[in-house]
C-alpha cells in the first residue's frame, strides 16, 4: 500500500512538473502558429502570390541546425500558407483585418488544442480515473 502511496505521489508531482513545461512549450509553439498565420494571411490580403509567401515564411528557418525540428517548422509553414490562399482576398481595409484575426485566432486555438489533446492522451496512460497509477506505467 505505501509503494502505491509512494508512486501515486511521485507521478503526480512528476505529472504537475511536467504539465507546466509542456504548457510552456505548447504556449510558445502555439504563439509562433499564430504569428505564422497572421503574416500569411496578412502576405494573403496583399495580393502575394503564394509562391512569395511562402519564400518569405521560410526564410525563418534557414538558420536551424536541427533538421528534425526544420522540417516540423517547414511542414507548419506550408500547412498555414496553404490554409491562408484558402481564403478570400477582401475588398475593405477592416474585412481584411478581420479576415487575419479570425485567421491567426483559429491557427492558435487549434495548435493548443492539440497539445492539449496530446496531454490528455499522456495523462491517461499515467492515471486510470479512479485516480490509481496504470499498472503498465509501472513496468
Given at each position: 500500500?505505501?509503494?502505491?502511496?509512494?508512486?501515486?505521489?511521485?507521478?503526480?508531482?512528476?505529472?504537475?512538473a511536467y504539465?507546466?513545461?509542456?504548457?510552456?512549450l505548447?504556449?510558445?509553439?502555439?504563439?509562433?502558429?499564430?504569428t505564422?498565420?497572421?503574416?500569411?494571411?496578412?502576405?494573403?490580403?496583399?495580393?502575394?502570390?503564394?509562391?512569395?509567401?511562402?519564400?518569405?515564411?521560410?526564410?525563418?528557418?534557414?538558420?536551424m541546425?536541427?533538421?528534425?525540428a526544420r522540417?516540423?517548422?517547414e511542414?507548419?509553414?506550408?500547412?498555414?500558407?496553404?490554409?491562408?490562399?484558402?481564403?478570400s482576398?477582401?475588398?475593405?481595409?477592416?474585412?481584411?483585418?478581420?479576415?487575419?484575426?479570425?485567421f491567426?485566432?483559429?491557427?492558435?486555438?487549434?495548435?493548443?488544442?492539440?497539445?492539449?489533446?496530446k496531454?490528455?492522451s499522456?495523462?491517461?496512460?499515467?492515471?486510470?480515473?479512479?485516480?490509481?497509477i496504470n499498472?503498465?506505467?509501472?513496468?
Amino acid at each position: 500500500m505505501k509503494k502505491i502511496a509512494l508512486c501515486l505521489l511521485i507521478a503526480c508531482i512528476g505529472t504537475s512538473a511536467y504539465s507546466e513545461t509542456v504548457y510552456e512549450l505548447a504556449q510558445a509553439h502555439c504563439k509562433k502558429a499564430e504569428t505564422v498565420a497572421s503574416l500569411a494571411q496578412t502576405y494573403r490580403q496583399l495580393g502575394l502570390k503564394a509562391s512569395e509567401a511562402t519564400e518569405k515564411l521560410m526564410s525563418v528557418t534557414a538558420n536551424m541546425t536541427d533538421q528534425e525540428a526544420r522540417e516540423r517548422e517547414e511542414k507548419q509553414i506550408f500547412f498555414i500558407i496553404q490554409d491562408a490562399y484558402m481564403v478570400s482576398v477582401y475588398p475593405t481595409q477592416s474585412m481584411k483585418k478581420q479576415a487575419i484575426s479570425d485567421f491567426e485566432e483559429r491557427h492558435y486555438l487549434a495548435c493548443s488544442q492539440s497539445f492539449q489533446n496530446k496531454i490528455n492522451s499522456k495523462e491517461k496512460t499515467i492515471l486510470l480515473p479512479d485516480g490509481t497509477i496504470n499498472p503498465e506505467y509501472l513496468k
